[in-house]
């Protein structure tokens, strides 16, 4: 603060103590706290929705990292996944495989049948477990105790030795199905497992928490991309007018005369599977109508007093939209920021629902994966869909609060 702004500060609560007023010195941290305090007021709905959104990004960064990150929650990976589900699946496996054999059969044999990457199919390669499983198999054979772990050391046993021959007793894989049904899987809620297991017997309440950082990630960046973008060409078509405007509002009727689920499923056939390109084909969508209530504003605040003065004294049109109007539309792209977050986020999940999103693990993926389990272990769709729903609530109810606190005229209207 400038001396001269000092001194008129001073000079102001010297004139209120001698007219009787109390002045309060309150600092940064002061207004904050008063601010939130009557935003959970005055705003219960909007307070609940902020608290989710809160609650949903300490998850999704406090989850970064081997381990579960500083939480301790959330984070698995492939190493993870194998301790969860896939000793099982392997065992089975090994069961198929060695179907027929003979008792005395050699560690080379072993080798040979069971090392071959192909006897687990393509799932374990999909999954990323298959150097785990087959580091697992080799530590059996090595220790001589595969046979035996096959026979006796676990229950069920996957084998039975009788008459010289290996028999693979196990008839949950008798098939040789690819399918990850695995003693781990489809587990109901416990101690253990606080949202179940899923088909691939991953644990559901480590993939709910890594599904948070990927739709609030996702949300963020496209919704930033989305709102810059707009407002950049808002600012310069309702600035500038004329030719610039008419060309830049052709371009964005050009956008909006696609359905958004069409514009979104053409950019995402033209692009990779990838966070960046999900990200940045959501980003579309967000740029035609952020442009036109900038615009919009813009022409408004154009022939406002404050802005024809500016123009009196000389301030270039850069200065004027910089400097004077693009302060004042700060509060509605505040709004539109939050309430944009959330669709994206819904867009993306329905995206991952369709198999048109990311290879990441996703809460819409989760739900389609759950699908034909979900009159018998309705878990496996249910914890993915309420987060995602508790989400994009937070998201819309929060961006619904905000334009109330910003816009004057809906104050105390609710």
Known sequence: ?????????????????????????????????????SFFRTKPLGAAGLVLVVVW????????????????????DSQDVFKIANPSFADDKMANALDGEPADISD?????????????GELAQESGVLDDMLAYVEGLIETGTLLTHLAEDIDPAQIEIANGTI??????????????????????????????????????????????????????????????????LGLVAGGLGGNIDLAIS?????????PPIVLLLLLRSVTEPSAIWVTLALSVLAIAPVQRIVRGAVIALREMPF?????????????????????NIVAPLIVIFSITIGAFI????????????????????????????????PWTSLFAGLALTS????????????????????????
């Open 391 to 414: 989400l994009v609530f937070g998201f819309n109810v929060l961006g619904d609060a905000l334009r109330d606190v910003f816009d004057p005229r809906l104050r105390g209207t609710r």
């Open 346 to 377: 819904l867009a993306e999940a329905a995206l991952s629902f369709l198999g048109l999103g990311t290879l990441d693990v996703s809460w819409g993926k989760m739900i389609a994966d759950g699908r034909q389990f979900i009159v018998q272990s």
């Open 57 to 76: 990004s300490i998850i999704a960064v406090g989850t970064v990292g081997s381990g579960g990150g500083w939480l301790g929650i959330g984070r698995y």
């Open 250 to 258: 052709r371009l964005v009727d050009a956008l909006l005369s696609f």
């Open 167 to 232: 028999t693979d007793v196990d008839d949950l894989l008798a098939t040789g199905t690819n399918t990850p049904l695995t003693t781990a899987s489809l587990q109901g809620p416990s101690a253990k497992h606080w949202f179940g297991t899923d088909r691939a017997g991953h644990d559901l309440f480590s993939r709910v928490t890594e599904g948070a950082r990927l739709s609030l990630y996702i949300g963020f960046f496209a919704t930033l991309i989305g709102v810059v973008a707009g407002t950049a």
């Open 1 to 37: 603060m400038s001396d001269e702004r000092q001194t008129t500060a001073r000079e102001l609560e010297e004139f209120a103590q001698a007219q009787g007023l109390r002045v309060e010195e309150r600092t940064t941290l002061q207004l904050v706290s008063s601010a939130l305090l």
């Open 108 to 120: 080379a044999r072993l080798r040979e049948l069971l090392l071959a990457p192909e006897v687990y």
């Open 307 to 327: 802005v024809e003065a500016a123009r009196t004294v000389g301030a270039t049109n850069a200065r004027i939209m910089m400097l004077h109007i693009l302060p």
